[in-house]
């Protein structure tokens, strides 16, 4: 029976993430199995791409902080880097909707991420679809963006594959049993396979594969989620930074030369594969008829519809669990993981190396109660 170190369980940005930064720590013999006939086929490539660094939960800023540090300073040294495009990134709202952001803010500035102020004036001259928009102020972040997520997938598989991982497509978990005096073997629609540490990447799937290996539910909860593209826009320039309409919590960026939209819906699903339905186009007509009337007829030509996996608190779940040894969380990445799935892989692997993070508590499965499955709480991310 072959025999890996670690086996990630998700070949997603959280599984790819993980196995890349394993290699980066000299960890070899790394194996991801990945279901589906390739990578990204779930919620890494269903999402809108963007990165946003300020955030109001500060574990998950901080998270999408160095996540975007991450893209920005560590991909570059790839051999096919992701674009990034840095085009910044408009928060809007009223006084109110602003006042859960203070510390991100005072963070962000710590670190030399510039945050500007802004009144309706000047994020119009930013982008001039926001004339006769519904806000009384805004948050410009010019280092926000959106990236090649396919690449930013792809390379980190590539790195991984090139530190010594092995990656399975058409690989299922299917069972798990106790190997002692420690590890696990492995039942995969590839046949058995021993594994000293599993690695649950399963994004959806994650409470599922936890049964499978008799670890306790970690209250994740996937949620549907729908983006709009539109056909050509007149005016819009891909320069233009992203929005989010705090208020309607809306969401829209320049895509070619039309727009990505989105309505912020929410519905909790089972974990699969959902399809989008007309309801969520009527939604984020309804929004932003109140938020950015301009585009209330936006020229919408297709919809698609991915899951969300919410976590308790609505922070990532990444650590050991602490009811079953060997086997560790790198799940409910909700609406920030594309942004923060550098750091995450890093967090990931540091901690499944013996080392240390500071957010090492705040991430962990067991921190707190140990919640029911199903239950949840929205970071209020993409
Ligand atoms: C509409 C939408 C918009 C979004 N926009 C943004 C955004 O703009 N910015 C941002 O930062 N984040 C965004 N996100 C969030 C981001 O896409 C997710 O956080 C991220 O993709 C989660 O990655 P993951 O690896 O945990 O899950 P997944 O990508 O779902 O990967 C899990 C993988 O595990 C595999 N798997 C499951 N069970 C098994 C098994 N038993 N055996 C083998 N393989 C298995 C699955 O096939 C899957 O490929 C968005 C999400 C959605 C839905």
Not at 113 to 127: F, M, Q, S, T
Request: net charge negative; charged share 20%; aromatic share 6%.
């Amino acid at each position: 029976m072959e025999t890996f170190d670690y086996v990630v369980v998700g070949a997603g940005l959280a599984g790819a993430a993980t196995a890349c930064q394993l290699t980066a720590a000299g960890k070899r013999r790394v194996l991801v199995l990945e279901r589906e006939s390739g990578p990204g086929v779930h919620s890494s490539g269903r999402n809108a791409a963007m990165v946003r660094q300020v955030v109001a939960d500060p574990v998950v800023a901080e998270l999408s902080r160095r996540g975007a540090r991450y893209i920005a300073e560590e991909t570059p040294c790839w051999k096919n880097p992701p674009e990034f495009a840095r085009h910044g990134s408009l928060l809007l709202g009223s006084g109110e909707d602003f006042a859960r952001f203070g510390p991100a803010l005072e963070a962000c500035r710590a670190e030399g991420v510039e945050v500007r102020e802004l009144g309706p004036r000047e994020a119009v001259a930013l982008h001039p679809l926001l004339e006769g928009a519904a806000f009384e102020q805004a948050l410009y972040t010019p280092s926000d963006g959106w990236v090649d997520v396919r690449a930013l997938l792809d390379g980190y598989l590539a790195e991984a594959r090139r530190g010594g991982a092995v990656v399975w497509a058409d690989a299922a978990l299917s069972g798990v049993q106790r190997r002692p005096p420690g590890g696990f073997v492995l039942e995969t629609s590839k046949g058995k396979i021993g594994a000293g540490v599993l690695v649950n990447a399963a994004g959806a799937w994650a409470e599922e594969v936890a049964r499978l290996a008799g670890a306790p539910a970690a209250g994740l909860a996937p949620h549907r989620r729908h983006l709009f593209d539109t056909a050509p826009v007149s005016g819009v320039e891909y320069g233009w930074p992203f929005v989010w309409h705090l208020g309607e919590e809306v969401y829209f960026r320049p895509n070619g030369t039309g727009l990505m939209l989105c309505p912020c819906d929410e519905d909790p699903f089972p974990p699969g594969d959902p399809q989008a339905v007309p309801e969520a186009e009527v939604l984020l007509r309804e929004k932003l008829g109140r938020a950015v009337p301009r585009l209330a007829e936006a020229p919408v030509v297709s919809g698609r519809a991915g899951l969300r996996v919410l976590a308790p608190g609505g922070r990532s779940v990444v650590g050991w669990d602490p009811a079953l040894e060997g086997f560790f969380w790198v799940a409910g990445l909700g609406g920030h993981g594309v942004t923060a799935s550098g750091a995450i892989g890093q967090v990931a692997a540091r901690l499944l190396t013996g080392g240390k993070d500071p957010l090492e508590k705040a991430l962990a499965p067991g921190r707190g109660e140990r919640p029911r499955r199903g239950a949840m709480e929205s970071a209020q991310d993409a």
